[in-house]
């Protein structure tokens, strides 16, 4: 099996637009063949790109599966802030604030709603005490992670959300 930092340099300019590819066995992305491209028997998973420029797709559960724990993580790499967790054997992304007042936190999580509903991927909000926000990520149709709960947690990212913050955003 090629590490990880063999894929890089062995998908670099496998695309015209200059994006660096990574290229892994069948086993690291598990999911089905007609979700990506092969190239040279390797399936090829570009993460590279900004994934807050990227769109979710509508998840089809006969062509999704969650990815596997090594994928997640090198995925994790492209969140800042954000950390994987295990629950009940579901990997979840997980990230938390601390917001100004009760009714900052319920701005927050009308900003990340509308983020939520334009993009049709939905997290689990939690307003824990007055001022404690936490988002769970995951594809709950295929029981784990998805490419989508990155971008979707990218996008979260990318809120401009320093008004509403009490102190520097907690997780990672």
């Known amino acids: ?23 892994a066995a069948p086993d690291i992305l598990n999911v089905r063949p007609s979700c990506l ?34 994928a997640a993580k090198i995925l994790l790499e492209k969140i800042p802030g954000w950390k994987l967790v295990n629950e009940d054997d579901v990997l979840k992304l997980q990230r938390s604030w601390k917001v100004k007042s009760f009714t900052k936190g319920l701005e927050f ?17 939690h307003l824990v005490g007055w001022n404690n926000m936490k988002i769970d990520i995951w594809t709950h149709a295929v029981g784990g992670l998805t490419e989508n709960d990155y971008i979707l947690a990218a996008k979260i990212n990318g809120l401009e959300l320093h008004h509403l913050l009490r102190i520097k955003s907690t997780g990672k």
């Open 1 to 23: 099996m090629l590490r990880r930092s063999n894929w890089a340099s062995y998908g670099r300019g496998s695309f015209s637009s200059g994006f660096r590819s990574f290229f």
């Open 37 to 70: 491209r092969t190239i040279n028997g390797l399936r090829r998973f570009c993460v590279s790109q900004d994934l807050s420029m990227k769109k979710c797709v509508p998840c089809n559960s006969k062509d999704m599966k969650p990815m596997t724990e090594s």
């Open 109 to 125: 999580f009308s900003l990340v709603g509308d983020v939520a509903e334009a993009e049709g991927h939905h997290p689990d909000l």
